[in-house]
């Protein structure tokens, strides 16, 4: 099917509306695995939930609960509204049968699970791409937390330190 672009749409009242934040500080709401289980079980078990179907059902109990910054707040905005008609979008018509289709824009925001699915799948393929036949292992090496303050202030310094100590205990 060939579509091409005949009318653009444009809703501006759809918008996510983000409560402003209460003074006071609540307990973090807990869901029951009753309620988990109504969210996660959709009626066509082939339909899933998105994350901006999440934040718009609980998106607003849980601000008002969670102090968040406001960076949080907008992306939490952009992901619901992603790919809706509060962002615009146009009208596609197939040339041979004249069916109609809206498309909506998206949010192009970098944490949008819609928008950034196709960037993963290709930065994914290309580090597989990279990857040897050979078996990989991945080690991790803690250091006591009183050292913390002290590796955040000087990284370079204390990780040139440390790399020779881990590289003997590999061995």
């Known amino acids: 099917m060939n579509f091409f672009y005949k009318i653009t749409l444009k809703e501006k009242n759809i918008k996510f509306k983000i409560p402003k934040r209460k003074h006071t500080r609540k ?15 959709a009626t066509d078990s082939k339909i899933t939930p998105e994350i901006a179907d999440i934040f718009c059902k609980y998106g607003k109990a849980y601000i008002e609960s969670h ?15 992603c ?11 197939c040339d041979s049968c004249g069916k109609k289709q809206n498309s909506y824009n998206s949010c192009r925001n970098r944490h949008c699970p819609k928008c950034q699915a196709l960037t993963k ?27 913390n303050l002290v590796i955040l202030c000087n990284k370079k ?15």
């Open 27 to 41: 307990l973090p709401t807990i869901f029951s695995r009753s309620d988990l289980i109504k969210l996660f079980d």
């Open 67 to 81: 102090p968040i910054p406001l960076e949080h707040y907008k992306i939490m905005n952009a992901i619901v509204v």
């Open 157 to 171: 310094i204390m990780l040139r330190i440390q790399k020779p100590d881990t590289r003997r205990a590999v061995r």
């Open 121 to 147: 799948a290709r930065w994914l393929e290309a580090m597989q791409a990279e990857l040897l036949s050979v078996p990989y292992s991945h080690n991790v090496f803690t250091l006591p937390h009183d050292l």
């Open 83 to 93: 790919r809706t008609a509060s962002l615009g979008g146009h009208v596609e018509v």
